[in-house]
């Protein structure tokens, strides 16, 4: 998606559909798309692991990703994210923190999960910096809503109320993951769940990154300590930042241009009323979530050059791999707060 007057480069690549692959020759990585429905023909990209402009690779489908070439990746601290037909995420594969400092986190990270005095401060860190996410999005949006509920699902349940007005009607979108037959928290039964499960699970994958590059466990977390899902920890970690998704989602809905927003012809419902989209309509969605990724805000980061304010311009994706720093130091005893 080309913006006039803006940074065309993005940081991710999406390969999906019959026959797509990552390998290597002559030390390249070869990415391929997978085959065109009519034509056959395949998209193919090469090179240098250190030159390829890609941090994060989405893939979709039946296709082949040869070990050579996930070493390659994983050496280079470039996230694979496998995800099934609806968005939903199967599986990440990222680097491993090799050392005395992230063996150290994660002896303290299994402490602090035994200590139910440390979850609840967590715990409530985490929800107090998710609803302050949630009122920020609707100010963005154009909401007048200025608080929330103290409980979580009463406060998710007037945000995505409040969000689902500014969504326009022809996308069907009521509240999150709901249809007007039943809810459900597997696939999506309209375009922007759809959207939002996908974002989601993008999100996820780059926190999942960070977590493991800490050295922590990605499935010992301390709000979602029973969630039925994969990598709990990793859901602590993304409540705060959901936000980003959700813009990105009314952004590519409410766009001006009619050739960048949502357009019907580009998914489908399938017999038990799933939502499946085109690839185009993906690919579209994620450079849009890409670049609010790395869109900068003044942060308090601790650490580089100083400045007057003592803040710095931080990219949003830097702060959430911030947060998981601030987390893991907190379980160590290295910070006596845990700060997002």
């Given at each position: 998606?080309?913006?006039?007057?803006?940074?065309?480069?993005?940081?991710?690549?999406?390969?999906?559909?019959y026959?797509?692959?990552?390998s290597?020759?002559n030390?390249?990585?070869?990415?391929?798309?997978?085959?065109?429905?009519?034509?056959?023909?395949?998209?193919s990209?090469?090179?240098?692991?250190?030159?390829?402009?890609?941090e994060?690779?989405?893939?979709?489908g039946?296709?082949?990703?040869s070990?050579?070439?996930?070493?390659?990746l994983?050496?280079?601290?470039?996230?694979?994210?496998?995800?099934?037909?609806?968005?939903?995420?199967?599986?990440?594969?990222?680097?491993?923190?090799?050392?005395?400092?992230?063996?150290?986190?994660?002896i303290?990270?299994?402490?602090?999960?035994?200590?139910?005095?440390?979850?609840?401060?967590?715990?409530?860190q985490?929800?107090?910096?998710?609803?302050?996410?949630?009122?920020?999005?609707l100010?963005?949006?154009?909401?007048?809503?200025?608080?929330?509920?103290?409980?979580?699902?009463?406060?998710?349940?007037?945000?995505?109320?409040?969000?689902?007005?500014?969504?326009?009607?022809?996308?069907?979108?009521?509240?999150?993951?709901?249809?007007?037959?039943?809810?459900?928290?597997?696939?999506?039964?309209?375009?922007?769940?759809?959207?939002?499960?996908?974002?989601?699970?993008?999100?996820?994958?780059?926190?999942?990154?960070?977590?493991?590059?800490?050295?922590?466990d990605?499935?010992?977390?301390?709000?979602?300590?029973?969630?039925?899902?994969?990598?709990?920890?990793?859901?602590?970690i993304i409540e705060?930042?959901?936000w980003?998704?959700?813009?990105?989602?009314?952004?590519?809905?409410?766009?001006?241009?009619?050739r960048?927003?949502?357009?019907?012809?580009?998914?489908?419902?399938?017999?038990?009323?799933?939502?499946?989209?085109?690839?185009?309509?993906?690919?579209?969605?994620?450079?849009?979530?890409?670049?609010?990724?790395?869109?900068?805000?003044?942060?308090?980061?601790?650490?580089?050059?100083k400045?007057?304010s003592?803040?710095?311009?931080?990219?949003?994706?830097?702060?959430?791999?911030?947060a998981?720093?601030?987390?893991?130091?907190?379980?160590?005893?290295?910070?006596?707060e845990?700060?997002?």
């Open positions: 998606m080309t913006l006039k007057n803006k940074r065309n480069h993005y940081n991710v690549k999406l390969l999906r559909g026959g797509h692959s990552i290597v020759k030390s390249k990585l070869i990415l391929k798309n997978g085959r065109h429905d009519i034509t056959g023909e395949q998209e990209e090469v090179w240098f692991v250190k030159n390829m402009p890609y994060k690779i989405i893939l979709s039946k296709g082949y990703v070990t050579e070439a996930l070493s390659l994983s050496q280079n601290n470039r996230n694979v994210i496998l995800v099934d037909t609806y968005g939903k995420p199967i599986t990440y594969c990222n680097s491993m923190m090799d050392s005395l400092t992230g063996t150290k986190y994660r303290a990270q299994y402490d602090t999960f035994r200590d139910p005095t440390k979850c609840e401060y967590l715990t409530k985490i929800l107090t910096a998710k609803k302050e996410s949630q009122l920020k999005l100010k963005l949006i154009g909401s007048d809503v200025v608080s929330l509920p103290e409980k979580e699902h009463l406060a998710s349940k007037i945000h995505f109320a409040e969000y689902a007005k500014f969504i326009p009607e022809r996308y069907g979108f009521n509240s999150r993951n709901q249809s007007f037959i039943r809810t459900s928290k597997n696939n999506a039964t309209d375009i922007i769940n759809a959207l939002l499960n996908y974002g989601y699970s993008v999100l996820a994958g780059e926190i999942s990154k960070f977590v493991c590059g800490f050295g922590l990605p499935y010992f977390g301390f709000m979602h300590r029973s969630h039925t899902g994969f990598q709990p920890l990793v859901y602590d705060p930042f959901r980003l998704v959700d813009y990105s989602v009314y952004s590519i809905a409410n766009n001006s241009s009619k960048h927003r949502i357009k019907l012809k580009e998914f489908v419902h399938t017999r038990d009323g799933n939502v499946v989209m085109d690839s185009s309509l993906i690919k579209r969605f994620l450079e849009m979530l890409d670049r609010q990724f790395r869109q900068e805000r003044k942060y308090g980061f601790r650490h580089g050059k400045t007057k003592g803040l710095k311009s931080v990219q949003e994706i830097t702060i959430v791999k911030i998981s720093q601030n987390l893991a130091e907190y379980c160590s005893g290295k910070e006596k845990f700060v997002i």
